[in-house]
């Protein structure tokens, strides 16, 4: 509005101008009664809803924030901040699963073919000789 050179009072109700506020206010304002003091009515006091068990099955653990730490059972540990140690070169940082460098063992694992699962070829051609 400033760039167009328009005033922001014009637009704005004379409700929110600071002279209204100070002459709504000029006055002194006089303490009501208190409690004691008020009239006795014939309305009845509006009571909070009686609360009822809900149907269904209830949920097994209350839903927690993502701030909140994760309750462990008693006599287990979190894995949170593990340091992995490698059992083959006592390094850190990987496992013996992943360390392939070096590892003799794991080379020879991977030039094999992959086991079949199942029964066995042999085991087939015993059989089909038998009858």
Known sequence: MYHLGLQLDDYLHEFYHIETYKSVY?????PINGPHDLEKT??????????????GRPKKNRMTVKDESKKLKSGHLSRKFLIMTCTQRDQHGHNKQSYTQ??????????????????????????????
């Open 42 to 55: 014939d309305v009845k006091l509006v009571l909070p809803l009686i609360e009822r068990k809900m149907i």
């Open 26 to 30: 000029s006055f002194p304002i006089q």
């Open 102 to 131: 070096g590892s003799e063992h794991a080379k020879q694992q991977a030039a094999q073919p992959p086991k079949q699962k199942g029964k066995s070829p042999i085991k087939k051609l015993i059989t089909s000789d038998k009858s």
